[in-house]
Every structure is written in C-alpha cells, then in structure tokens.
C-alpha cells in the first residue's frame, strides 16, 4: 500500500536559518502530494500541495517541489520564523488507484524555531 | 460554524466502556472523515461520509468502532468495550466534497485506563 517517510525530528533551529523537511512516498500512479502544518493547540492545517509531476507547492514562504523521478517532496523555507515552531506532517492521496479522499500522512516532524 | 468543533476535547474512559466522540463539520460540507493520530504517528484513516452514508469504511480497525452521521452533519464516533490500545486523539475533517481540501478539527484525546 501506500506510505510516506518523512525525515525524523525534531529539528530545532535558530532563527532566519534555512529549512529542509525531507519526504519520500511509495505509492504507484499519480498521488497528490502535501504538507500539513500543526501548531500547538490548533488543528491541522494545510500548508501547500501539488498534484503532479514538477508541480511546486507554495506557502507562506514554503516550497516543496513534487519529484517524481525520486519520489519526494521535501519541504523547504529560506529563513525560519519562531512562529514556524509546530508538527509538520507530509501527505498524499489517489496513489496505487485509490481514493483521492483518502490521506496517507507520515509520521510528522518537530521544528522548534529559537530567536 | 468557523470551523470543525470536536467535543469532548479530553475523555479519559475506563477500559471495557463505551464512549462517544463528537464531531461538527463546517456548514454545507458533504463530506466528512475520522482519522486517528497514536503517540508518535501521523493521522490513520478511519471512515469517510458523503452525506449521510459511509462512503469508506476500511479503516475501521474492527466491529468495536462504529460512526454515524444521520443528518449528514453532526458525526459520532462510537467506540464498545474500549482497550488501553484504542487510547490516540481521534481527528475529524469536513470538507465541502470528497475531493477537496479538508479542514481539521483540533482532535479529541481518549486515554483508556
């Protein structure tokens, strides 16, 4: 079936320092890929997606490219706010013919962000 | 609503109880989803409604775990005989089709003890 790894937190930085959340996926077909942001004490949020090959996702001064070649889509920022301190969670849907309804997420990464 | 309401926000059950988790999706959304987030983990698909009925429910993990959404707003999450291991935060989302962005709510935590 389908999965996503997504690299291992926590992650914490300084900030206005440069960010990479790497994540890979297994899934055959075409999934729609995204990142999902969780601050604390708040819900799930969709962060950016893209939903096919190339595509590039764009938020909030995040990017993330969707690599079909290598099956990524690595989460990206140039300079990191001490507001960007939250779970970051790496998702798709419609891989392997399924549901487009349906998110696999991985299992999140921790970004603490210090000033 | 502004936004998806799950209550309670805590629940704290002894083990072999039955408990209910209630999820208010965003006005006029059709569909609806649970999904479950265990220590550690990222959200696992649960149940997913169009409207009144189940349109998926694969990710029920066995015959303890039932969802309903009568009116195709308000959605229960109903869990029999609960063991120490259905212990997670259980997540709702809505989203105004099947195929489109879902909004989240902030989740209910359940310890079962």
């Known amino acids: 079936g389908d999965s996503v790894t997504q690299m291992e937190g926590p992650v914490t930085l300084s900030e206005e320092a440069f960010l990479t959340i790497n994540c890979t996926y297994t899934?055959?077909?075409?999934?729609?890929l995204f990142w999902y942001v969780q601050y604390p004490g708040e819900g799930l949020q969709l962060l950016l997606k893209?939903?096919?090959?190339?595509d590039k996702g764009s938020n909030k001064g995040f990017e993330a490219t969707y690599r079909k070649e290598t099956t990524s889509f690595h989460l990206e920022k140039g300079s990191v706010q001490v507001s960007d301190s939250a779970v970051y969670f790496c998702?798709?849907?419609?891989?392997?013919?399924?549901?487009?309804?349906?998110?696999?997420f991985g299992k999140g990464t921790l970004l603490t962000v210090n000033p | 609503g502004a936004g998806v309401s799950q209550t309670p926000s805590n629940k704290v059950t002894e083990k072999g109880k039955y408990v209910e988790l209630r999820c208010d999706p965003i006005?006029?959304?059709?569909?609806l989803y649970w999904y479950r987030q265990s220590l550690g983990q990222g959200p696992e698909f649960l149940i997913y409604?169009?409207?009144?009925?189940?349109?998926?429910d694969s990710g029920l993990p066995n015959d303890r775990f039932f969802a309903v959404r009568p009116e195709g707003s308000v959605s229960t999450l109903k869990i029999q005989r609960t063991e120490r291991g259905d212990s997670a935060v259980y997540l709702c989302?809505?989203?105004?089709?099947?195929?489109?962005?879902?909004?989240f709510g902030q989740g209910t935590r359940l310890t079962v003890v």
């Open positions: 989302a809505s989203s105004s089709r099947g195929n489109t962005e879902a909004f």
């Open positions: 899934a055959t077909g075409y999934p729609s």
């Open positions: 893209a939903t096919k090959a190339d």
């Open positions: 998702a798709l849907s419609g891989g392997s013919g399924g549901s487009n309804y349906k998110l696999t």
């Open positions: 006005s006029g959304h059709t569909a």
């Open positions: 409604f169009q409207g009144t009925g189940a349109a998926d």
